[in-house]
T-cell receptor, first 114, second 115 residues
Framework: AQTVTQSQPEMSVQEAETVTLSCTYD???????LFWYKQPPSRQMILVIR??????QNATENRFSVNFQKAAKSFSLKISDSQLGDAAMYFC???????????FGTGTRLKVLA | EAGVTQFPSHSVIEKGQTVTLRCDPI?????LYWYRRVMGKEIKFLLH????????ESGMPNNRFLAERTGGTYSTLKVQPAELEDSGVYFC?????????????FGSGTRLTVV
């Protein structure tokens, strides 16, 4: 069975600084997707960034980028130039290609300090 | 377009009572999903509808949970009778077929507290 582990329950970062959130996963599949979702307080969860496992190039979306290490089964999220609006719960998620079911981690609460 | 809407946003009920959560997906989205996050734990899959049919309900905890999707539009998740361990945040999400990489559109969740 697939699992996703987020070992940091909470992280803090100073505004304008960079922070990295960790995520590791376990799977025996070769074709899958990885995602980072963000949930601000009392608001809907939104997709931040996604990575297809067959792509070696790390995905980037503006200030958000990932470090995808397939052999190590690691998928960390880097947030550059952190902003107050980045404060949220961040969930790492896995999905096997061709399926519809996400496997989520336990989440990391990110605090951004002014 | 309107997003995925869930209500109520919060519900506090006593053990043994019944609660019904509702989810309105994005119009035209055939796929509808329910997930649950128990405090401090991972978000877990409950079930998946394709239109009005249950495609997979393998994540439903037990027979106290009943999900329906009337006419392939909105969905309800009823818990009867509620137990303390049912407390958590219930998320609904929807998607179009063939959009696996684009992810789902989630609602804001319903926070259920059973006391």
């Amino acid at each position: 069975a697939q699992t996703v582990t987020q070992s940091q329950p909470e992280m803090s970062v100073q505004e304008a600084e960079t922070v990295t959130l960790s995520c590791t996963y376990d799977t025996s599949e070769s074709d899958y997707y990885l995602f980072w979702y963000k949930q601000p307080p009392s608001r809907q969860m939104i997709l931040v960034i996604r990575q297809e496992a067959y792509k070696q190039q790390n995905a980037t979306e503006n200030r958000f980028s990932v470090n995808f290490q397939k052999a190590a089964k690691s998928f960390s999220l880097k947030i550059s130039d952190s902003q107050l609006g980045d404060a949220a719960m961040y969930f790492c998620a896995y999905k096997t290609s061709g399926t519809y079911k996400y496997i989520f981690g336990t989440g990391t609460r990110l605090k951004v300090l002014a | 377009e309107a997003g995925v809407t869930q209500f109520p946003s919060h519900s506090v009920i006593e053990k043994g009572q019944t609660v019904t959560l509702r989810c309105d997906p994005i119009s035209g989205h055939d796929n509808l999903y329910w997930y649950r996050r128990v405090m401090g734990k991972e978000i877990k899959f409950l079930l998946h509808f394709v239109k009005e049919s249950k495609q997979d309900e393998s994540g439903m905890p037990n027979n106290r949970f009943l999900a329906e999707r009337t006419g392939g539009t909105y969905s309800t998740l009823k818990v009867q009778p509620a137990e303390l361990e049912d407390s958590g945040v219930y998320f609904c999400a929807s998607s179009q077929p063939g959009t696996a990489l684009e992810g789902y559109t989630f609602g804001s969740g319903t926070r259920l507290t059973v006391v």
